[in-house]
């Protein structure tokens, strides 16, 4: 495999930190016995547009009698968000964020996928691992899976619950759900290892909101342990006033590059019932060459197939179903933090 060392790869690097991380999910994976609720559907879609955001976290409750709360975590991005798959009961949404202000550049950011009553998901363990959990009828039926991804397309989070309707207000709140560290804080401490969270998504006058009910966990071998607990609040505001053409250029430009990467992603979670990445903490050396091997697709650098099976390759180099000796959690025996 070509070893590529794009031009733009600091600014991608630098910009990888902004807001929150952030999907590929498979239809068999999916019941289609049922329909899903208009309403559920239109609210998911209704996410879509073009945005300023704010992401706004703060530290509330110390567990930890050594350790003091850091403080509030808050910044903005413009983003955009772009429906990539509509079909009954599967839905995608691919983020994008817009920076620079002289020479605004696109960054691929996270994805949400929503399936409708799911036959399994595969959930975040610990320590870069997801294990794949079979759901039981009262698990799914009615309801929703919210599959998150990372930059590259690999697996972050997945939770599950039904949209309601109730007062006007559309909102879907899931059960907690453990995921990796956000960059925010991946890249600067080591005191914790996963986030215990709930998620709630809001449909609103504006645009829409994400609110996080977060718990820091340290994983141990006896059982995770609470470090602290954050709150955390995303807000999507309708703003036009920015170049969210580039976002859509980009797409455009890229699209075919990025479906062949999920289609490697949908391919592990379909083959393997776990599975993990060969290397810990950031995983810069994995999403970074699938940054830059779409940015050489987009600037005519690269062929279409080339960038492709390069970025395969990349994946294979860093991914392995045989999971390491780090303590993992247990889902069954999982309480409230």
Not at 203 to 209: D, E, L
Request: negative net charge; aromatic residues 12%.
């Amino acid at each position: 495999m070509k070893k590529i060392i794009s031009p733009f790869a600091a600014l991608l690097y630098a910009s990888i930190f902004i807001g929150i991380a952030g999907c590929s999910s498979t239809l068999s994976n999916q019941s289609t016995q049922v329909l899903p609720d208009e309403k559920d559907r239109q609210a998911i879609l209704a996410m879509a547009g073009n945005y300023e955001v704010t992401f706004d976290f703060t530290e509330t409750v110390s567990f930890a009698a050594d350790y003091e709360k850091k403080e509030p975590y808050v910044t903005g991005a413009h983003e955009v968000v772009r429906v990539i798959a509509d079909q009954p009961g599967f839905i995608s949404l691919q983020h994008i964020l817009i920076v620079g202000k002289d020479k605004p550049f696109p960054i691929k950011h996270w994805r949400q996928d929503w399936i409708y009553q799911p036959t399994s998901v595969h959930e975040f363990v610990g320590f870069n691992s997801w294990q794949k959990r079979t759901l039981v009828d009262n698990e799914r039926i009615g309801k929703w899976a919210q599959v998150v991804y990372q930059v590259d397309d690999s697996p972050r989070y997945a939770g599950i619950a039904a949209w309601h309707h109730e007062n006007g207000i559309s909102q879907w709140t899931s059960e907690a759900s453990l995921r990796p560290l956000p960059r925010r804080d991946m890249t600067k401490r080591d005191d914790y290892h996963a986030i215990l969270a709930s998620n709630r998504h809001a449909i609103t006058p504006t645009g829409w909101v994400h609110e996080q009910d977060n718990s820091k966990l340290i994983l141990r071998p006896q059982g995770p342990e609470l470090l602290v607990r954050e709150i955390g609040v995303n807000r999507y505001v309708h703003n036009d006033d920015f170049a969210f053409n580039v976002a859509d250029d980009y797409w455009q430009a890229t699209e075919a590059y990025w479906q062949g990467v999920r289609d490697k992603w949908s391919q592990l979670d379909e083959q393997h019932a776990q599975y993990e990445l060969t290397v810990q903490g950031e995983p810069t050396p994995l999403y970074m060459p699938l940054l830059e091997y779409a940015g050489y697709v987009k600037e005519g650098k690269m062929p279409l197939n080339e960038a492709i099976e390069n970025a395969l390759q990349t994946i294979e180099q860093f991914t392995t179903n045989e999971l390491s000796d780090f303590p993992r959690v247990d889902y069954s025996t999982m309480v409230n933090y």
